[in-house]
């Protein structure tokens, strides 16, 4: 069952920027116990994974440490650049590893995110536990459309250069064509996928039904899905350093017993904090935007206010 929060999380007509990222950050505000707790929970699940990954590596006898450079003036030998790829492959195991668990950590929370904004939006407030029986039968699907909206752009940008080094044979300066062509393609894939995870979770379609409808929604709204979404990533990204900067400075001040224990732990505390944040306020922001796209092109607000009333 839902329950009335007794407000609206963001009123019901086409939204300005200002609109969407203060009902992102008001989210967190009304919401703290479910959004942050979700997020911390993320956070830590993500941090674990790091630490665990880092300790069986360690523990294998490699070193974390990143090498010195060489200059970059002189040439880089054979011999040097082994040494290299060498020193940096624990550093790189660790960090794919890590990315792989964020990756599935934050798709599935993405899922009770939107759920849980969505009800916000007309008034309704439902826990946790309610949002993961809604997100659980829709999991498979949205794991596939997160997949889905890293790797088209990566393509569209390896197609681009593969069209330019093809041709590079005529002119060199078609390899900066197509790495451009490969860009532009990319930033377009991502301006039109931006609100597909929304359109998929709130509408409960398949996957090919979100991804057109996520291309019809941004039409005609490019650029300003372009620079909103744009900001919107910037903005979570200075919140989760914000509330991470008191950990990363004790991290650096080697205050305690043990600088190397406590630095570690510190900056794994620092990440949990800024995904616990950063994670919850992106999904409220998109799924706020998704909701400005319908307004504008299907005229919803009636039936949100409707919605609202019930």
């Not at 790091?50 to 002189?74: C, H, K, M, Q």
Request: no cysteine; net charge positive.
């Amino acid at each position: 069952m839902t329950q009335d929060t007794g407000s609206n999380l963001i009123p019901h007509k086409q939204l300005s920027l200002s609109e969407i990222l203060g009902g992102a950050l008001n989210s967190l505000r009304r919401m703290p116990k479910t959004l942050l707790g979700i997020g911390l929970f993320s956070g830590f699940i993500v941090g674990i994974s790091s630490i665990f990954t880092s300790t069986l590596i360690i523990r294998r006898g490699d070193s974390l440490e990143i090498p010195e450079l060489p200059n970059p003036g002189t040439a880089i030998t054979q011999e040097q650049l082994e040494e290299l790829i060498t020193a940096f492959t624990p550093t790189l195991q660790v960090a794919v590893i890590t990315a792989i668990v964020l990756f599935f950590v934050q798709s599935i929370s993405v899922g009770l995110f939107t759920h849980i904004i969505g009800n916000a939006i007309i008034g309704k407030k439902i826990q946790a536990n309610q949002a993961w029986e809604k997100t659980k039968p829709q999991l498979r699907r949205i794991i596939v459309l997160s997949l889905i909206s890293i790797l088209f752009p990566l393509l569209a940008v390896v197609a681009g250069v593969s069209i330019g080094v093809a041709l590079s044979a005529i002119s060199s300066f078609f390899i900066f064509v197509g790495l451009g062509m490969g860009i532009f393609a990319a930033i377009y894939i991502w301006v039109g996928l931006y609100v597909s995870l929304p359109t998929l979770i709130l509408e409960d379609s398949f996957i090919t039904i979100s991804f057109k409808r996520s291309f019809y929604l941004a039409k005609n709204n490019m650029m300003r899905v372009l620079g909103i979404g744009l900001i919107g990533v910037i903005t979570s990204q200075a919140l989760s350093i914000v509330v991470s900067t008191p950990f990363t400075l004790l991290a650096q001040a080697g205050q305690l017993q043990d600088p190397t224990t406590s630095s570690v732990f510190m900056s794994t505390m620092g990440s949990i904090v800024g995904y616990a944040v950063m994670l919850p306020f992106m999904a409220a922001f998109t799924t706020l935007l998704y909701t400005d796209l319908r307004i504008r092109k299907e005229n919803i607000a009636t039936d949100l206010n409707k919605a609202a009333n019930q």
